[in-house]
Nanobody, 117 residues
């Protein structure tokens, strides 16, 4: 089974930055879609950003212009650079790997990001 381990969360002031990392253990990382999701207290989990195997990206409207998703296939790692953070960005951020047909979808345990003064 694929193992995903997120890191980089923490406490930051409004306007600050965090860079989240997700390290994957599987051999099919490079052909999988990678995504970052987040879940705030009392809210549903939502897609923040995704990057497809060809390099195309998509973002939630609420983070466009502030967040950047990228991947390093040589390191089996996907990143989420979060700039100009707002209190509304406070959530547990989860990494997801969605593989080609038959390989399945996998989730990490999540990392907490808190934006507060």
């Amino acid at each position: 089974q694929v193992q995903l381990v997120e890191s980089g969360g923490g406490l930051v002031q409004p306007g600050g930055s965090l860079r989240l990392s997700c390290a994957a253990s599987g051999r099919f990382f490079s052909i999988s879609t990678m995504g970052w999701y987040r879940q705030a207290p009392g809210k549903q989990r939502e897609l923040v950003a995704a990057i497809f195997r060809g390099g195309s990206t998509t973002y939630a409207d609420s983070v466009k212009g502030r967040f950047t998703i990228s991947r390093d296939n040589a390191k089996n790692t996907v990143y989420l650079q979060m700039n100009s953070l707002k209190p509304e960005d406070t959530a547990v951020y989860y990494c997801n790997q969605d593989g080609p047909y038959g390989l399945g979808s996998y989730w990490g345990q999540g990392t907490q990001a808190t934006v507060s003064s």
